[in-house]
Each structure stands twice: as structure tokens, then as C-alpha cells.
């Protein structure tokens, strides 16, 4: 059973190697971060940005990695969902992915926000088949589904 978790300063190391793969994904070599710049972005005085991990016991099968945007106009908070990638080992098709933006939904919506942006880059090819079954529209402000945990 997959489960969802806020990332700790413990999953810096995995969390690094994650950004590798992404690195590959997008057609790049293999380099992972920087572990002491993702400690100061992640767990430092001023953390920036909250990523989830979904994991199945001890195998991490992906992360989604967001921030909160500053107040829009209108006073409107969002949320701007940087990651939400799946390693290759995972088994596509089982919702994992929607397990991920579930939980983004639920944390972000804590925290107040009232609305998500997301995009997804061009290379990402499995992404917008994904984002349209979840009816959000590729590089567009989306509200909070009701539908949301």
C-alpha cells in the first residue's frame, strides 16, 4: 500500500538522488542535488518549498514538491507545484501519482491556499494524460477540486 508522507531532513540523501532522475527524465545526465542546498531549501530557517513522498515500506516511489505562492490580487493564496514525479520502478497506472496530488491538495488546502498552478515541462510526456484525467489544464491556475481528500 502506498502511503504519502511530508518529507524530513532524514530523506535529504533520497530526495537528491529523486533530482537526479528527474534530470534524466528530461533527457539530461544523471547528476543528483545539491544535499546541503536541498537542507537549506527544505529544512533551513526559511523553507521555501514542502515535498511528499510516496512510498511502499521502505522503497520511495516518488515525490511532489510545492511552495505557497504570495497573495494574489483579491487576497487569493495558491500553491505552485514545482514536481510530481514517479520513478521509473514504480508501477504506473496504480494512482500513485494521484495518491501524490491528493496529498498536495490536502496540504496545500491547510495552509490555506484556495488555489494550485502546476506545469508540466515538454519532455514530461506520461504528464498531460495524467493532469487531464485529474481535469487540471496544462500551465493553468486551477481551483482546489471539490472532489479533493
Known amino acids: 500500500m ?4 511530508e518529507a524530513t531532513e532524514a530523506d535529504v ?3 537528491s538522488r529523486l533530482v537526479g532522475e528527474i534530470e534524466v527524465g528530461r533527457g539530461g545526465t544523471y547528476a543528483p542535488g545539491d544535499v ?3 537542507r537549506a531549501a527544505l529544512f533551513g530557517e526559511v523553507p ?3 515535498v511528499l513522498l510516496a512510498r511502499e515500506g521502505d522503497h520511495v516511489l516518488g515525490m511532489a514538491c510545492f ?3 504570495p ?3 483579491g487576497g487569493w493564496t495558491g500553491a505552485w507545484l514545482k514536481e510530481l514525479f514517479l520513478r521509473k520502478d514504480s508501477i504506473r497506472g496504480r494512482g500513485t501519482g494521484l495518491h501524490l496530488l491528493d496529498a498536495v491538495f490536502v496540504a496545500v488546502r491547510e495552509l490555506g ?3 494550485l498552478e502546476r506545469t508540466s515541462g515538454s519532455g514530461d510526456l ?4 495524467f493532469y487531464e484525467r485529474t481535469d487540471a489544464v496544462p500551465r493553468n491556475r486551477v481551483a482546489l477540486p471539490t472532489w479533493a481528500p
Not at 506520461?126 to 494524460?129: E, G, L, V
Open 67 to 69: 511552495s505557497v505562492l
Open 71 to 73: 497573495a494574489a490580487a
Open 13 to 15: 540523501e533520497e530526495i
Open 48 to 50: 521555501g518549498t514542502t
Open 113 to 115: 491556499c484556495t488555489y
Open 2 to 5: 502506498v502511503q504519502v508522507t
Open 36 to 38: 546541503d542546498r536541498i
Open 126 to 129: 506520461p504528464a498531460p494524460r
